[in-house]
């Protein structure tokens, strides 16, 4: 919900853009039931059979950094013709419009696997009021390489960024380091799972490249 709104705020902030009242139509509210029902999607019961994958996360307030670490994905779907994949970790906050500032970052690529192991560890500069923004997250997207065409879309994962620990008035703010976390298991969906309806919203704003361009990558991903 939190998502929904954010977006709602931010293609409602310019004169071109369509009226709220053209936004939060019938969609709209079956759209805020379906963000419910998306905060269920890293429950193993609502999931297929593409995978898991192991992180950490965690945000150091006095450095004001953002600490990821991808330490591995098991059971992912076979991509390649010899029945492996060689997968990657692709790591970007989202949206786009509440963190410009960010790149997006990735593993290396591990070649014929599907239990790759990573445990590589990344840092996202960020203030504190950028980590406690309504609707921002972390989108771990998990993809094939291929050297001849294009690279597969494998599954993909997200965690509020809002509620890891480290934030302030999180209980485990004292947190220091990667290696005193628990690890966190997130399985992996694919966007056909969660067709979402915002979609179909977005694709009327024409003129908004921002919109367009997050239009594209979702049609992208469903299509593989």
């Known amino acids: 919900m939190k998502c929904l709104d954010s977006f709602v705020e931010y293609f409602n902030t310019d004169e071109q853009c ?19 029902r998306i905060g269920l999607l890293n429950q193993p019961s609502l ?9 950490h996360a965690y945000y150091h307030l ?11 994905c098991k059971n992912l779907k076979p991509c390649d013709s010899n029945g492996l ?10 949206p786009k419009f509440l963190y410009p500032h960010i ?8 070649k014929k696997t599907l239990n790759p192991s990573f445990n590589e560890k990344f840092e996202f500069r ?11 997250f972390i989108n771990y997207t998990v993809m094939d390489h291929d050297l001849m065409w294009s690279n597969d879309f494998e599954g993909e994962a997200f965690l509020e960024i809002s509620k890891l620990p480290g934030i302030p008035n999180d209980s485990t703010n004292d947190c220091r380091s990667l290696d005193e976390l628990k690890k966190i298991e997130l399985p992996l969906t694919h966007p056909k799972a969660v067709r979402s309806r915002i979609i179909e919203i977005l694709e009327q ?14 049609r992208e991903a469903e299509n593989q």
């Open 126 to 136: 960020l203030t504190e009021k950028e980590c406690t923004l309504s609707g921002g």
């Open 47 to 55: 999931l297929t059979d593409l995978g898991k994958l192991y992180c």
């Open 18 to 36: 369509l009226p709220k009242e053209a936004l939060k139509t019938d969609k709209y509210k079956d759209k805020l039931q379906e963000q419910e």
């Open 62 to 72: 006095k450095e004001e950094t953002l600490y990821v670490e991808i330490i591995s």
């Open 103 to 110: 790149e997006k970052q990735q593993t290396s690529i591990i």
């Open 85 to 94: 994949s060689d997968p990657y970790v692709e790591i970007q906050l989202c």
């Open 205 to 218: 704003r024409v003129s908004d490249k921002t919109a367009i361009d997050f239009v594209r990558q979702r």
